[in-house]
């Protein structure tokens, strides 16, 4: 949970400074993906076990806001490659 926590600031810092790279929306959306895991397994555990899933449902959201960063991410990326090489060729 801690080096998730790390991962997500070290995530927004590097899209603050606004480096653009083709393989960070794929890590952006695998985080997601794997958030969305652990807030799945959060919750389940908590069902079975009555453990207070107060990591469960706070991640799961962190999960889909991450997907749906990642997603848009993307399509900047895309539309930033697409003005790039149209300029390239003129």
Known sequence: LVLLIVLI???RRRM???IIMSSNYKRI????????????GGTVVFYFTEIPFAI???VLGMGIVYIVA???????????????SQSQRR
């Open 29 to 40: 959306i695998i985080t997601g993906i794997v958030a969305v895991l652990v807030g799945i």
């Open 16 to 18: 603050d400074r606004g």
């Open 56 to 58: 469960g449902l706070p």
């Open 70 to 84: 990642g997603v848009i991410y993307r399509n900047e990326w895309m539309k930033w490659i697409k003005v790039y």
């Open 9 to 11: 600031v070290v995530e």
